[in-house]
């Protein structure tokens, strides 16, 4: 079965800039990866996806500041992160989803990234 490994996260000040990285390991197939995030006391919510095709989408308010890209070759996914905020702190996850048959829904373990002032 597909796995998912975050790296990349960190501390960082409030302005500055972070790259996350998300590898995937096994077959994928044709699949949406995207990245997703979660703040204390909140729920999860999706920061980007990228299908297969290379279609992304990004949350509105996350839109020109975060730029996701994926290598298709090396099942990788990446999420650039700049003119960074302390809202976006949390834990960011990656994962991997396809909706029609075969169904899958992968989650990678999450990795911190904190936003200080």
């Known amino acids: 079965q597909v796995q998912l490994v975050e790296s990349g996260g960190g501390l960082v000040q409030a302005g500055g800039s972070l790259r996350l990285s998300c590898a995937a390991s096994g077959y994928i197939g044709a699949a949406t990866m995207g990245w997703y995030r979660q703040a204390p006391g909140l729920e999860r919510e999706m920061v980007a996806t990228?299908?297969?095709?290379?279609?992304?989408d990004y949350a509105d308010s996350l839109r020109g500041r975060f730029i996701a890209s994926r290598d298709n070759a090396k099942n990788t996914l990446s999420l650039q992160m700049n003119s960074l905020k302390p809202e976006d702190t949390g834990v960011y996850y990656c994962?991997?989803?396809?909706?029609?048959?075969?169904?899958?829904?992968?989650w990678g373990q999450g990795i911190q990234v904190t936003v200080s002032s």
């Open positions: 990228v299908t297969s095709g290379g279609i992304t």
């Open positions: 994962n991997l989803r396809r909706r029609h048959t075969p169904q899958i829904n992968v």
